[in-house]
């Protein structure tokens, strides 16, 4: 169920800047959503994106995606020391496939 | 609404001891799910479920099994615990065939000596 590679795999950023991460996915896509978890907990649905749109925005999420080069980006904006998680991409096809993440770290 | 219920949080097993992790939804999903989390490597799927009485196979089943009797519960059994089923294990459930979003339990934290 892994087939998408995140970059960078460690962010470290200081409170008020834009954090970006992107992910890269193998297989053709129904849609890709983006999960948060911090640490010790469990993962957190925060946007989904579907393979016919090109970006979307929650609040201070933005989210892009490019199906010709099979990738997506997460533009977290006007970053908060409780941002600070791992971001996880999952493309979904014929299951749910999963990135290895990025660690973001947001400093005060 | 509780979601997604896991225990036990924590569990060491000593080699070759067996185990059930519980999983319980109260929100009436179809599918259910359990992964493995280890460092660097994302989630790794173990068995999922497309409803009550049946289940499949994921990436890494060996050395688990599942059963799924009722639309609430999933539990994840280790039939036999080695060192190299040390992870955290996380049940996840969703609504329908790949449209939706995910809905993740806490996590299960099992050390095997």
């Known amino acids: 169920s892994q087939q998408g590679e995140e970059d960078p795999q460690a962010l470290s950023i200081q409170e008020g800047e834009n954090a970006t991460m992107n992910c890269s996915y193998k297989t053709s896509i129904n849609n890709l959503q983006w999960y948060r978890q911090n640490s010790g907990r469990g993962l957190v649905h925060l946007i989904l994106i579907r393979s016919n749109e090109r970006e979307k925005h929650s609040g201070r999420l933005r989210v892009t995606l490019d199906t010709s080069k099979k990738s997506s980006s997460l533009l977290i904006t006007a970053s908060r020391a409780a941002d600070t998680a791992s971001y996880f991409c999952?493309?979904?096809?014929?299951?749910?496939?999963f990135g290895t993440g990025t660690s973001l770290t947001v400093i005060p | 609404n509780a979601g997604v219920t896991q225990t036990p949080k924590f569990q060491v097993l000593k080699t070759g001891q067996s185990m059930t992790l519980q999983c319980a939804q109260d929100m009436n999903h179809e599918y259910m799910s359990w992964y493995r989390q280890d460092p660097g490597m994302g989630l790794r799927l173990i068995h999922y479920?497309?409803?009550?009485?049946?289940?499949d196979q994921g990436e890494v089943p060996n050395g688990y099994n599942v059963s799924r009797s009722t639309t609430e519960d999933f539990p994840l059994r280790l039939l036999s615990a080695a060192p190299s089923q040390t992870s955290v294990y996380f049940c996840?459930?969703?609504?329908?065939?790949?449209?939706?979003?995910?809905?993740f339990g806490e996590g299960s934290r099992l050390t095997v000596l």
């Open positions: 479920s497309v409803g009550a009485g049946i289940t």
């Open positions: 996840a459930s969703w609504r329908s065939a790949l449209a939706g979003e995910l809905f």
């Open positions: 999952v493309s979904t096809g014929n299951q749910f496939y």
